[in-house]
T-cell receptor, first 118, second 111 residues
């Protein structure tokens, strides 16, 4: 249980184009999903918290107009990198939160999406 | 600001030996801690968690120890296997759901 998928697993795009990454919780409903970015040999950095049916909460320094997040259902959140540039090349990872009332919520992570902007 | 860090960036152990990966955290309000394993090119994989009202928790071949007095967390892997080679991250969270990750320790298992 608690499987999270991401699509695509890798993408190469030209500078200036937009890229959409999907994150799905396959066997549970996730009210909250999170988007992280990870540069080589570094730790995961939280970009934003995505709540179903409401606006995402972005971490300091993350441009909300550049990284558009949509959490349209309890099993799907999308991250769109708009007008991508080479410096946006990174490994993007989502997570989804399980648990319910009275339970400690654990984040389970997707397999990641590697983005390369040329 | 608050942070979670690791003492050793790389740990090399022989197959069959026990591994101990350490983590220091600075947020005294943290009440939930998780260890994740990340293999190259993959997302983090949940290993084991522990709440602040416990000081030890065991799983299959893994044990997490929590010392709140010195804000220290450790992951012990028994009989380390080549498949255990990966980067291990500790993460903590407090009243909010946001996880703060440590810098990571690379575990290398030698034959």
């Amino acid at each position: 249980g608690a499987v999270v998928s991401q699509h695509p697993s890798w993408v190469i795009c030209k500078s200036g184009t937009s890229v959409k990454i999907e994150c799905r919780s396959l066997d549970f409903q996730a009210t909250t999903m999170f988007w992280y970015r990870q540069f080589p040999k570094q730790s995961l950095m939280l970009m934003a918290t995505s709540n179903e049916g409401s606006k995402a909460t972005y971490e300091q320094g993350v441009e909300k107009d550049k990284f558009l997040i949509n959490h349209a259902s309890l099993t799907l959140s999308t991250l769109t990198v708009t007008s991508a540039h080479p410096e946006d090349s990174s490994f993007y990872i989502c997570s989804a939160e399980t648990g319910g009332a009275g339970a400690q919520e654990t984040q389970y992570f997707g397999p990641g999406t590697r983005l390369l902007v040329l | 600001g608050e942070s979670v860090g690791l003492h050793l960036p790389t740990l090399s152990v022989q197959e069959g030996d026990n591994s101990i990966i350490n983590c220091a955290y600075s947020n005294s309000a943290s009440d939930y801690f998780i260890w994740y394993k990340q293999e190259s090119g993959k997302g983090p994989q949940f290993i084991i968690d522990i709440r602040s009202n416990m000081d030890k928790r065991q799983g299959q071949r893994v044990t997490v120890l929590l010392n709140k007095t010195v804000k220290h967390l450790s992951l012990q892997i028994a009989a380390t296997q080549p498949g255990d080679s990966a980067v291990y991250f500790c993460a903590e969270t407090g009243t909010a759901s946001k996880l703060t990750f440590g810098t990571g320790t690379r575990l290398q298992v030698t034959l």
